[in-house]
């Protein structure tokens, strides 16, 4: 958890700069009569989505795909719509070698929902996303209590933003749920060790139908480098799937993404 500690210190000065520069009052009043989130809106319930993530490190991996051509890869993903409901844009740059700015160069040739995926604590961290164009921003459960995560995630709504609510375990599902989520990713990855266990989805996955909760969008996270395991997901009823890693160490980008479209065209109605 050491790299959380040090990404939480530098947002804190990030936020400082925030408060500065953003009008929170003025930034309501634009959003209450402008864009809404088109995220949730673009997934189809019975059929395979896709939300493309573009980031060039990770504290797991280090860097990843440094030299990317950030607008190159967003018109890729773009091409790619029969399965490609949206790109997930990494900002933080300590570890993730991301920024903000990013969301705008995507926007310049991808009319594609945009989700923010950052380490989000402060208010003010989502009337950034807003101003810059983000259609959702990403909360993760396992960095804020129940009454941040609640605040946090009724601005977003409040703004008019999707909020995906990250997840790690059966606990994390059932406050997601509490505050009303309905747009729940679950992480493979455990963000103590780093470590991936594909299991995790599908463990959760059996907790939520048990507990009845049929009513979300559920989204699997990291770990995904096959159309196999993506079919056998979606089969147990997981629709949406947000694929990064895959995707950026590949050496020809245009040839993956062709070949997954398909490999999953193979599975009868679900693209």
């Known amino acids: ?23 929170k ?19 189809f319930k019975n059929k395979i989505n896709v939300i493309a993530e573009i980031k060039k490190a990770s504290p797991s991996l280090g860097t990843i795909n440094e030299a990317m051509d950030i607008g190159k890869v967003a018109l890729l993903y773009t091409r790619h719509k029969s399965f490609i409901r949206g790109i997930s844009v990494v900002t933080e740059n300590a570890y993730f070698k991301g920024s903000p700015e990013y969301i705008k160069r995507v926007k310049k040739v991808s009319d594609l929902p945009i989700l923010r995926k950052d380490f ?5 961290q989502i009337y950034e996303s807003a101003v810059l164009g983000a259609d959702c ?6 960095i804020l209590g129940y009454k941040k995560l609640k605040k946090l995630y009724n601005t977003g709504k409040s703004l008019g933003l999707d909020v995906l609510v990250e997840i790690h375990s059966e606990e994390e599902l059932d406050k997601a749920a509490d505050i009303g989520a309905g747009f729940i990713g679950i992480n493979n990855r455990d963000l103590r060790s780093m470590k991936v266990d594909t299991s995790t989805a599908m463990r959760i996955l059996g907790y939520a139908h048990k507990k009845g909760i049929k009513d979300k969008i559920i989204i699997c996270e990291s770990g995904i480098s096959s159309a196999k395991y993506v079919t056998e997901l ?14 950026m160490k590949s050496a020809n980008l245009d040839v993956t993404l062709n070949k997954l479209e398909v490999e999953l065209g193979k599975e009868k109605g679900v693209m």
Do not use: A, C
Not at 25 to 43: D, M, P, Q, T, Y
Not at 120 to 124: D, G, P, S
Not at 137 to 142: Q, R, T
């Open 1 to 23: 958890m050491e790299y959380l500690k040090k990404i939480l210190i530098g947002k804190k000065e990030e936020i400082k700069s925030l408060h500065k520069n953003l009008n």
């Open 25 to 43: 009052e003025e930034i309501f009043l634009e959003r209450k009569h402008g864009n809404k989130g088109r995220l949730v809106k673009s997934i």
């Open 120 to 124: 989000i604590f402060n208010e003010y």
């Open 137 to 142: 921003i990403l909360l993760i459960s396992s």
């Open 234 to 247: 979606f089969n147990r009823g997981i629709n949406t799937f947000l694929i990064g890693t895959y995707f």
